[in-house]
T-cell receptor
Framework: AQSVTQLGSHVSVSEGALVLLRCNYS??????LFWYVQYPNQGLQLLLK??????LVKGINGFEAEFKKSETSFHLTKPSAHMSDAAEYFC???????????FGPGTSLSVIP | KAGVTQTPRYLIKTRGQQVTLSCSPI?????VSWYQQTPGQGLQFLFE???????NKGNFPGRFSGRQFSNSRSEMNVSTLELGDSALYLC?????????????FGEGSRLTVL
């Protein structure tokens, strides 16, 4: 069975600082990995995804994530935080193209002016 | 292109009642998934439908059920409501025959059980 852990339920960064949100997964097969963002009172929106190929994945709004198989990690980064990045971020995994998508518990990102 | 539409957006029920939530996927999308979101449990997968068939199911009791119609619209039903069923219920649609994980979410239906 697949599972996702996200280190830190809440992360605060200063505006302009590096954003690093951690995600580790467990999967018995090479997984599909995703990051989703949820703004207040909204549904989730896909930021980026890894299926196969290049391990460094670029997404929307300047975010990127690197798939590291040896560490079973898929951490999300952004070089410079913006106030509009304040939201809840979810890492997710899917084992195969048939499988359901399992979400991690989420990390709430606050950006301090 | 219209997004995923969920109705109603907010509703209040009392224990023991039942509720039906509706989800209209993006036009052309044939897969619909349902998730329950609560502060304590996060996003929990309920079920996924594709071409009117349940393709995946989460670990929820039988009180939670769903269906999909020929136009891909989906409904989920919760019977004999309990206080713990209070949550944001999110619907997500996906385009392809095979799940790619690229889900498009609605804004959710917020259910409060009193």
């Amino acid at each position: 069975a697949q599972s996702v852990t996200q280190l830190g339920s809440h992360v605060s960064v200063s505006e302009g600082a590096l954003v690093l949100l951690r995600c580790n997964y467990s999967s018995s097969v090479p997984p599909y990995l995703f990051w989703y963002v949820q703004y207040p009172n909204q549904g989730l929106q896909l930021l980026l995804k890894y299926t196969t190929g290049a391990t460094l994945v670029k997404g929307i709004n300047g975010f990127e994530a690197e798939f590291k198989k040896s560490e079973t990690s898929f951490h999300l980064t952004k070089p410079s935080a913006h106030m509009s990045d304040a939201a809840e971020y979810f890492c997710a995994v899917s084992a195969t193209s048939y499988d359901k998508v399992i979400f991690g518990p989420g990390t709430s990102l606050s950006v301090i002016p | 292109k219209a997004g995923v539409t969920q109705t109603p957006r907010y509703l209040i029920k009392t224990r023991g009642q039942q509720v039906t939530l509706s989800c209209s996927p993006i036009s052309g999308h044939r897969s619909v998934s349902w998730y329950q979101q609560t502060p304590g449990q996060g996003l929990q997968f309920l079920f996924e439908y594709f071409s009117e068939t349940q393709r995946n199911k989460g670990n929820f009791p039988g009180r939670f059920s769903g269906r999909q119609f020929s136009n891909s619209r989906s409904e989920m039903n919760v019977s004999t409501l309990e206080l713990g069923d209070s949550a944001l219920y999110l619907c997500a649609s996906e385009s392809g025959t095979w799940s790619t994980g690229e889900l498009f979410f609605g804004e959710g239906s917020r259910l409060t059980v009193l």
